[in-house]
C-alpha cells in the first residue's frame, strides 16, 4: 500500500484543478495550500485556480524509483513556474530524458500518478508535459 | 427547442505504433494487413493515460470552446467507453471532480462496444432537449484493448471527444437522430478477460454493414435529405477500409469523409471514433454546412445524427488545439517492446 484512498480523495482540489492559497497582503501564490503566508504571517486567503502552462525552472532526473514509480524510471522531477509566477513541483512525462532542459515551457495534463497496486484505487493528477502548441 | 453541441474538445495520446512493428513480432505480412485494414499506424497511450485523463483533457477543450460555460452548471455528464479504469466506480465523478463540476451533477458511464461514445451524445442532448438542464457534457473515450497477434492489435488505439450539448450558442444544431439495433454476438468480452473476442468476417456484412446502413438509410427517409445535401459525413471506423466503403455504398464520396476519417492514421478508437471524426470534421466546417454522423458498436447498433453548422464555429474552432494537429504532430513512435510494457503485455513474474 503506498497511499490511502482518503489521502488520496483529500488532495483532489489541489491535484485535479491546481487549486492554490493566494494570499491577500503579498499577493502571492502557494500550491499546496497553506493556512499562512510564511513571508507576511497573513492567514487572509482567496482560493485561486493555477494557469496551466509555464517553464522549466529546475529539475533533477530519478533513475532509482520508489516502488510505486519503477517502471516509469527514469522520469524528471521539475519545479515549475506557471505564467501567473507561481511554481510547483510535478514529475515530468512524454518527454526524452535528454530534452528536459531548465527554461523548456510546459502544459499541464491530467494523468495517472499512481495506483496502489492493481486492486487499490488510482491517483489522478497534474504532470507536466512538453508544450507544443 | 433548438439544442445542438456549444463546445467540443478531442485528446489523443502522442505514440504511435507501426503496423510493420507489430507484424514483425507475430510473423504477419505487413503489407497485406495495411492493405486490408487500409490502416498505417495508430496511437498507443502511455501508462499514465487511461479512459479518466483522456476524458478530462478532452472535456477541458470543449469547455475553452464553449466560450465561457460554467462547468457548475452542466447537469450532466456521461462517458462511453468499453475501457473504464475501474469495474466499480465511476469514470464521471472523477472527470466531474477535476473540470469542477461537482456536486448537483449526473453521471453515468455508459458501454456497449464502440457506440457507448455515440449514446452518451444522443441521452446528453435528449437531456437538454426536454429543459431538464442547462448543459450536458458527453465523452467518448477508450484505450481499447486487442490481444497480442489477433487482428484486432492492429487497430485498437486510444483517444477521447467531447461534446457539452445545450440549447443556446451552439456551434452545430441537431436536426434528427435515430437508433437502429438488434442482438448481434459479432464482438465481446466476458467478465474478467484482458481482450475481446469477435466473430471474423462475421463482424462485416451482417454486425457493421447492416446497423449502419440501417441507422444511415432511416435517418435520411426521416429527414428526407439525400447524401449530396451534406457537406461532410463520418462513420464508425474500425479500420480505414469498413467507413470508406460504406460511405460510398450509401451513396456518399470521398471528399465528405476525408475530414473525419482519421482511421488510417489513428487506428480504431472504439467509443471514441466517430465522435471524434466529428471534432475533426467540425474543425474544418463552415457555417450552414450539413454534417451527417453514424456510430456503430457491436452487439450491435449504430446511432446516426444530422448536424447542421451555425457561424459560431468560425469564432470556437481555433480557440484550443485542432484534432488533426493533435494526429499529425508531435509524435514518438515505439518499438513493440515499449508499446508492450505501455500496454501491460509484459507479466512480470517477481
Known amino acids: 500500500m503506498t497511499m490511502f484512498s482518503s489521502?488520496?480523495?483529500?488532495?483532489?482540489?489541489?491535484?485535479?484543478?491546481?487549486?492554490?492559497s493566494k494570499f491577500k497582503k503579498s499577493g502571492k501564490t502557494y500550491i499546496p495550500k497553506r493556512l499562512v503566508d510564511p513571508e507576511t504571517g497573513d492567514t487572509e486567503q482567496e482560493t485561486v485556480r493555477l494557469p496551466e502552462t509555464g517553464k522549466v525552472l529546475t529539475h533533477t532526473i530519478i533513475r532509482i524509483a520508489p516502488s510505486q514509480w519503477g517502471d516509469k524510471a527514469p522520469y524528471a522531477l521539475a519545479i515549475i513556474e506557471l505564467t501567473d509566477g507561481t511554481r510547483l513541483m510535478a514529475q515530468m512525462t512524454d518527454v526524452e530524458m535528454d530534452d528536459v532542459k531548465v527554461g523548456m515551457e510546459v502544459r499541464l495534463e491530467f494523468r495517472r500518478v499512481q495506483s496502489e497496486g492493481s486492486h487499490g484505487v488510482i491517483s489522478y493528477g497534474y504532470k507536466a508535459v512538453p508544450k507544443w502548441y | 427547442m433548438a439544442a445542438g453541441i456549444v463546445g467540443y474538445g478531442a485528446h489523443l495520446p502522442r505514440h504511435r505504433i507501426k503496423v510493420e512493428e507489430i507484424a514483425k513480432v507475430w510473423g504477419a505480412d505487413a503489407p497485406s494487413y495495411k492493405k486490408g485494414l487500409m490502416l498505417r499506424e495508430k496511437s498507443v497511450p502511455p501508462p499514465d493515460m487511461d479512459t479518466i485523463t483522456l476524458s478530462v483533457e478532452a472535456a477541458r477543450r470543449a469547455l475553452i470552446r464553449s466560450g465561457g460555460v460554467d462547468a457548475a452548471d452542466i447537469g450532466a455528464i456521461y462517458i462511453g467507453s468499453e475501457s473504464h479504469p475501474y469495474a466499480v466506480k465511476p469514470s464521471g465523478t472523477t472527470v466531474a471532480e477535476a473540470i469542477g463540476a461537482t456536486p448537483d451533477i449526473h453521471c453515468a458511464d455508459f458501454e456497449?462496444?464502440?457506440?457507448?461514445?455515440?449514446?452518451?451524445?444522443?441521452?446528453?442532448?435528449?437531456?437538454?432537449k426536454a429543459g431538464e438542464m442547462k448543459y450536458a457534457?458527453?465523452?467518448?473515450?477508450d484505450t481499447s484493448q486487442g490481444a497480442p497477434s489477433d487482428a484486432l492489435e492492429f487497430s485498437a488505439a486510444a483517444g477521447a471527444g467531447a461534446f457539452i450539448m445545450g440549447t443556446e450558442n451552439l456551434v452545430a444544431e441537431i436536426q434528427h437522430t435515430h437508433s437502429y439495433m438488434t442482438d448481434m454476438p459479432d464482438f465481446w468480452r466476458r467478465e474478467h478477460e484482458f481482450y475481446p473476442q469477435h466473430g471474423g468476417r462475421f463482424t462485416g456484412e451482417e454486425a457493421y454493414f447492416a446497423h449502419t446502413k440501417g441507422a444511415s438509410n432511416a435517418i435520411l427517409k426521416k429527414s428526407g435529405m439525400k447524401p449530396s445535401d451534406f457537406a461532410y459525413a463520418i462513420f464508425h471506423q474500425p479500420n480505414g477500409k469498413f467507413p470508406q466503403r460504406v460511405a460510398l455504398e450509401l451513396g456518399f464520396t470521398q471528399e465528405q469523409i476525408d475530414p473525419g476519417w482519421l482511421a488510417p492514421t489513428l487506428g480504431n478508437t472504439y467509443s471514441g471514433a466517430s465522435p471524434i471524426g466529428l471534432t475533426a470534421t467540425l474543425d474544418v466546417a463552415k457555417p450552414g454546412d450539413m454534417i451527417f454522423m453514424c456510430s456503430y458498436g457491436s452487439g450491435a447498433g449504430s446511432d446516426s445524427f444530422i448536424w447542421k453548422v451555425t457561424e459560431r464555429i468560425d469564432e470556437v474552432r481555433d480557440m484550443t488545439v485542432r484534432t488533426r494537429k493533435l494526429?499529425?504532430?508531435?509524435l514518438t513512435y515505439i518499438d513493440y517492446g515499449t508499446y508492450a510494457k505501455f500496454r501491460h503485455k509484459i507479466i512480470k513474474n517477481k
Open chain 1, 7 to 20: 489521502r488520496n480523495w483529500r488532495e483532489y482540489p489541489h491535484r485535479y484543478r491546481t487549486e492554490a
Open chain 2, 112 to 128: 456497449f462496444a464502440c457506440k457507448a461514445g455515440s449514446e452518451a451524445m444522443y441521452v446528453a442532448l435528449s437531456h437538454v
Open chain 2, 137 to 141: 457534457l458527453a465523452i467518448a473515450a
Open chain 2, 327 to 330: 494526429l499529425e504532430e508531435n
